[in-house]
């Protein structure tokens, strides 16, 4: 029987892949949206996948499940080793394509595709590709703004006390010290 406008199955989700949306990987078909990393659900393109058998990973996840162990390779002392690592984290994960729409708001999907992070400001699941570090602490972009003023912030502009996060000028007129010549005239602290 003919296959009227159909074509291979997606390698992660099983459904029809159209040749408009194909990517091909390890003689598999993928929707471009179904190629992503079994382990961090990461975005994956022709320069950053890695293949494994019949699963797909980022670079990054690949190493630390089938690249090597060892002294010199951040996995401690001891002989080389190419086994697997048996961290639940790198198991493939359900070939299910995470929908947007309900990924902050839903604690059953962050459980099901790996994310247990929650950013400290909105209390949301915070994914790998929106996650920046803060004060020891995962933020979204979105978040990662001066508690008191509201300014966007940057590595180089953050400044962090007691868990939150602040602009180097907020931090400065709230927490720096205090007397003339130190950017808060007219108030001079006095000792006994």
């Known amino acids: 029987m003919p ?46 996948v890695a293949a494994h058998e019949s699963e797909i990973y980022c670079k990054s996840c690949y190493g630390k499940k089938y690249g090597p162990k060892g002294y010199g390779y951040g996995q401690g002392a001891g002989a080389l080793s ?63 703004r001066c508690l008191l003023c509201g300014k966007s912030l940057e590595s180089t502009t953050v400044t962090d006390k007691d868990g939150e996060l602040y602009c180097k000028v907020c931090y400065a007129k709230n927490f720096g010290p205090k007397g003339r010549g130190l950017g808060n005239l007219g108030v001079v602290e006095e000792n006994d």
């Open 82 to 144: 190419s086994d697997p690592v048996n961290n639940e984290e790198l198991q493939p994960q359900e070939s299910k394509v995470p929908r947007p729409a309900s990924a902050n708001s839903n604690p059953k999907f962050a459980q099901k595709f790996g994310c247990t992070d929650r950013c400290p400001r909105c209390s949301k699941a915070v994914y790998a590709a929106e996650k920046v570090m803060g004060a020891g602490k995962p933020w979204h972009k979105t978040c990662f």
């Open 3 to 48: 296959n009227w406008g159909g074509g291979a199955k997606c390698g992660a989700c099983e459904k029809t892949v159209y040749h408009a949306e194909e990517i091909q990987c390890n003689s598999r078909s993928f929707h471009k949206t179904c190629f992503i990393c079994m382990a961090c659900r990461k975005g994956l393109d022709s320069t950053t």
